[in-house]
């Protein structure tokens, strides 16, 4: 059974500390997405738009990767099938999606 969160660990953009969140997510193709419910208001997408290298974890297993914004605009296929798989695990997928994929 999948974990019902993700911790993800970015990096402040001024402040250069370690920021982890709790949230939830899905996989998709090899990635992970979460979505952020504030948009690029949260601390954490300004942290991935400044430095895209992210830690995360999901249950024991712990990835080195980068982050990224998913444009619904020119990724709609994408946005799309992440909406629905966020819809069905959590019944929410209202916000800005971020892709994270390990390397």
Known sequence: M?????YVTTTGWKSGKPHEI???FVAHEDC?????EMLD????????QHNSAVTFRVGENVYQGTGRIIDRGTEPELAAAVSRLMDQK??????LIV???PV
């Not at 992970?32 to 952020?36: D, L």
Request: no cysteine.
């Open 22 to 24: 709790e949230i939830w």
């Open 32 to 36: 992970y997405y979460i979505v952020s």
């Open 2 to 6: 999948e974990p019902e969160f993700l």
């Open 99 to 101: 892709e994270l994929r």
């Open 90 to 95: 959590y019944e929410w997928s209202d916000g």
């Open 41 to 48: 208001r949260s601390h954490w997408v300004q942290n991935i």
